[in-house]
């Protein structure tokens, strides 16, 4: 879809800036100044970001998709809200995360859900490089590094997921969530920890499986080491 801005900065014919160049605030006072269509480079811009803030609340892709949906309504609505206090990210992302908080604590549980093995091998078939052994590995990875994250308590979730999943600072992390920088710090120390513990219990039971050399394996060996030992004479 093609995005059309209109351009009226009296440049005298020189090139107008790019829409996805334009700064997020320049997008707003675009908006309301009545270029609705505008909106969707806000859209565009931040729909990887919320997207996963809203389903580490969520755990669901399919409710994760509504509550986004929401949360953009809500943040058009009350565009002329925004006073610039904080980054346009920031005030998107708060509404993103009470929309989800709102929706969970309507829901009153958090339903955990992994990806589909469809919607992973649908992801899986863009990667041709890749061969059927490697994309089987990396796929069980995704679901193991998933079970852990989705593991987490939910506010451990949020900012493992802000943190370093979209690498924000901890500072603007703290900001999305009104939350202080220590207490971020806190939460993401804590989610490392749970992290290490659940992956280290699970490669310890995968560990123990691991080069097994036993049943006929072992049976093999032993035979023919009796066999060879049969076969040469005593010095």
Known sequence: MQIAIQQADGSGGRPATPPEALEDEEIVRRVLGGDTAAFELI??????????????????????DDVLQE???????????????STFATW?????????AARRRTRRRLRLVMPTDAEIDSRASHSVARDGAEEASLKELRHVLASAVDALPADLRLVFTLRLV????????????????????????????????W?????G???????EFAGEYCDHVVRRVLERLSETPPS
Do not use: W
């Open 43 to 64: 859209m565009r811009r931040y729909n990887q970001r919320l997207f996963r803030v809203v389903r580490s609340i969520i755990g669901d892709d399919a409710e994760a």
């Open 71 to 85: 949360a953009y309504l809500r943040a058009f609505r009350h565009l002329d809200q925004f006073e610039g206090r």
């Open 92 to 100: 998107l992302t708060r509404i993103a995360v009470h929309e989800a």
């Open 166 to 197: 979209e690498r924000l600072s901890t500072n603007q992390t703290a900001e999305c969530l009104n939350l202080t920088p220590s207490n971020v710090k806190v939460r993401l120390h804590r989610s490392r920890a749970m992290l290490r513990s």
């Open 199 to 203: 992956i280290d219990q699970r490669i």
């Open 205 to 211: 039971e995968e560990a123990r499986r691991l080069y």
